[in-house]
C-alpha cells in the first residue's frame, strides 16, 4: 500500500459516521491487502532476469542460466547460457558486485566450450575404441576366411588327388580282354572243300570301359618272333592277328586284320608249349600287363564285378569258344592221324 492510499483510509476512517461505514471500510482495506498478497506470490513464482538472483525455486527466463558459486549452487545470477543451474565460480557470487554478470557470463561460456570439448574427446575416443573393434573384428573375419578357403582348398585337392590316384589304378588295372589262338587249318582238312586255308588266328576282343593298346605279341616257343605293335582295341572291338603261311592271303578277306609274322607259332613240339605273349594296356594307364595263351585255348580276363547281363553274355561267348576249341581240338587230331597214316603207307 502507498503512502496515498494510507491517507485516503486514514481520512476515511476518521469521517465515518456509523460502524457499518468503518466495517465496510475495513474490509475494503482487508480485500486490498490479500490483493497484495496474491500478487506478491505471482511476482516470486516469475522467472529472473539478466542479472536477477536466482535460486531453485524461481528459474531464469528462457535463454539464460543461473550461474552459482561451488561454494553455494542454491544461489545465484542468471546471465546468458541454455538453462538451469550451472556452478562455474570458485568464490562466492556477490549479485551486487563489479562485473559480476560478465564475470559469470565467461565462465559459463568457458564451461560450455569445456563441456563441448569433453564431449568431443569422449566421442573421439569412442570411435577410436569402435574402429578398434571393428579392426579386430575385420582381422578375425579374414583370418577365418583364410583358414576356411585353405581348408577348402586342401580338402579339394585331397579329392582331386583321391580321384587320380583311383583313376589312375582304374586305368593301372588289367586290360579285361578275351583272348583265343586258332591253330592254322589248311583248306583240304576243312568239313566244306570250297572253304580257304585258315591261317594262325589271334583273336583279341576288347572287354573293357576304355580303349586297349596292344603293345607286343611274340611267340612262346620261339622267342626270337616277335613284332612290336602299337594297336589300339576300341570298347567292344575285335582285332585278329594273323601268322603262318596263310596270314598273307588270309588278310584280304578277313576284315580287321593285320599280319604279324609269316612264321609258324602253333605247332607239336613235344613237351614245348606253343602260343602267344601278348603285352598290353589301358589308354591313359602307365603299366602294361602280359597275356600268356596256348594254341588252340583262350582265356578272358574280365573283372568279377562286371555287370550281371555282361557275365551271362561272356558265359555264353565262353560256352561258344570252348566248343570251338573241342571242334578245333579234335580236326587237329583229326590231321595228325591223317598224317601219320599217309607216312605209314608211303612207307
Known amino acids: 500500500m ?26 475494503a482495506l482487508a480485500a486490498a491487502r490479500l490483493h497484495a498478497t ?57 549479485p551486487t558486485g563489479t562485473g559480476i554478470q560478465e564475470e559469470l557470463a565467461q565462465e559459463v561460456s568457458a564451461a560450455a566450450a569445456d563441456a563441448t570439448a569433453a564431449q568431443s574427446a569422449v566421442s573421439t575416443e569412442a570411435t577410436d575404441h569402435q574402429a578398434q573393434i571393428d579392426a579386430k573384428r575385420a582381422k578375425k573375419d579374414t583370418r577365418r576366411s583364410s583358414r576356411r578357403s585353405t581348408n577348402t582348398t586342401q580338402r579339394t585337392t585331397r579329392r582331386s588327388n583321391r580321384s587320380t590316384r583311383r583313376t589312375t589304378e582304374e586305368l593301372n588295372a588289367t586290360s579285361e580282354l578275351s583272348i583265343e589262338v586258332f591253330s592254322e587249318v589248311p583248306k583240304e582238312e576243312t568239313a566244306d572243300p570250297n572253304d580257304a586255308d585258315q591261317p594262325e588266328i589271334v583273336r583279341v576282343r576288347n572287354l573293357d570301359s576304355v580303349t586297349v593298346t596292344l603293345l607286343r605279341i611274340e611267340s612262346i616257343s620261339q622267342p626270337d618272333v616277335f613284332k612290336t605293335l602299337s594297336t589300339s582295341i576300341s570298347v567292344d572291338g575285335t582285332l585278329l592277328l594273323l601268322s603262318g603261311q596263310y596270314a598273307k592271303d588270309a588278310q584280304e578277306t578277313m576284315s580287321g586284320s593285320t599280319v604279324w609274322t609269316e612264321e609258324q607259332v602253333c605247332f607239336d613240339a613235344g613237351d614245348v608249349e606253343s602260343g602267344v605273349i ?23 580276363t574280365e573283372h568279377p564285378d562286371a555287370g550281371a547281363g555282361s557275365s551271362q553274355q561272356r558265359q555264353r561267348n565262353h560256352d561258344q569258344q570252348q566248343r570251338r576249341q573241342v571242334q578245333r581240338r579234335d580236326a587237329h587230331h583229326h590231321r595228325q592221324d591223317h598224317k601219320h597214316a599217309t607216312r605209314g603207307k608211303g612207307k
Open 2 to 27: 502507498t503512502d496515498e492510499q494510507f491517507d485516503r483510509l486514514t481520512r476515511v476512517l476518521s469521517g465515518s459516521r456509523s460502524r457499518r461505514q468503518a466495517l465496510a471500510t475495513l474490509g
Open 278 to 300: 601278348l603285352t598290353a594296356e589301358n589308354s591313359g594307364g602307365t603299366r602294361s600287363h602280359l597275356f600268356k595263351v596256348l594254341c588252340d585255348e583262350s582265356i578272358s
Open 38 to 94: 496474491h500478487a506478491a506470490q505471482i511476482q516470486i513464482a516469475a522467472c529472473g532476469e539478466a542479472g536477477a538472483v536466482c535460486i531453485p525455486i524461481k528459474g531464469c527466463c528462457e535463454g539464460l542460466v543461473c550461474a552459482t558459486s561451488t561454494i553455494n549452487p542454491a544461489y545465484g545470477v542468471c546471465v546468458t547460457g541454455e538453462g538451469g543451474m550451472l556452478p562455474v565460480s570458485d568464490s562466492l557470487v556477490v
